[in-house]
């Protein structure tokens, strides 16, 4: 069967998030002929069991395996080029984002022409984080923005929906996920912005922490200005 939309969550460590997320994203969609692709990116506490035994519960999941931990960047990646959708969703694997949110993002994508808006970016607005996530967050943003010029200002939202032909289009390196945004508006497409809610981590813990965050997000902010530099526009070739 066709399928519309396609799901990918990208999972370190969720063993305990990732079944009831599985199912409040199939129910969430309803309304669609959708598939989930998770992405299990060397998990060693069981997520990938837990997935596989949900198969037979949520029959539009899919788990797709690295091997080892290769990153969230990659784990995207993986999943959209496995998916078999046009329209891709991305969520985070550990319920901070709510599943009940995808439909309103594909009611803002739809609403628009696929070649002027490419992406709907989630803006979570009210972040259920530390203070110090907050605070590293809010600097990181207001940073990448004056660098970048890319009017985001939730870039790291996990909850985002675009064409997968976008996606594969775009430039791709380790952290690349954080910067959708930017990259997608110097492929010359526009980008709308739906707020969104946000949970607290209800098991596990982040797999990031500020500092270094900090310090890979700046360095690749300055990779991104660089890419910015070395692009002529956007043009839609035409066969003669
Ligand atoms: N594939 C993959 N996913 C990851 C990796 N690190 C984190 N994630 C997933 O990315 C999402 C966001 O990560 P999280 O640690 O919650 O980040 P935070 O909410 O920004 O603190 C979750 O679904 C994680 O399971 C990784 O190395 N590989
Ligand atoms: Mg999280």
Redesign the pocket.
């Known amino acids: 069967m066709a399928v519309s939309v396609c799901v990918v ?6 063993a305990e ?1 990732i079944a009831p997320l599985v199912r409040e994203i199939a129910r969430a969609l309803s309304g669609e002929e959708f598939e989930i692709v998770t ?5 060693t506490d069981g997520t990938a069991e837990t997935l596989l035994a949900l198969k037979n519960e949520v029959p539009q999941l899919r788990v797709v395996q ?1 091997g080892r ?8 990646r ?1 999943g959209v080029r496995a998916a078999r959708a046009p329209i891709i969703a991305t ?4 319920g ?1 984002n709510d599943p009940a949110d995808i439909p309103k993002l594909l009611k803002e994508l739809r609403a628009h022409d696929p070649a002027t808006v490419g992406m709907v970016s989630g803006v979570r607005k009210q972040r259920m ?1 530390d203070a110090n ?1 907050r605070w590293a ?1 809010g600097f990181a943003n207001a940073f990448r923005r004056w660098m970048l010029n890319d009017q985001a200002v939730d870039s ?1 939202c ?1 909850l985002k929906v675009f064409y997968r032909d976008l996606f594969l289009s775009l430039p791709f390196f380790d952290n690349m996920h954080r910067f959708l945004i930017a990259l997608a508006f110097r492929e010359g497409y526009q980008v709308r912005f739906v707020e969104v809610g946000h949970r607290p ?1 209800q098991h ?5 922490n500020n500092i270094q ?1 900090a310090i890979v997000g700046l360095v690749d902010t300055f990779g991104v200005r660089w890419l910015q530099t070395r692009f002529k526009g956007a043009v839609t070739p035409k066969e003669l």
Request: proline share 3%.
């Open positions: 969550v990208p999972v370190k460590d969720e998030n992405v299990d990116d060397g998990s690295h931990n290769i990153g969230q960047s990659r784990g995207v993986t969520i985070d694997g550990d901070q984080d996530k967050s790291g996990g981590r596990g813990v982040s797999k990031y965050r």
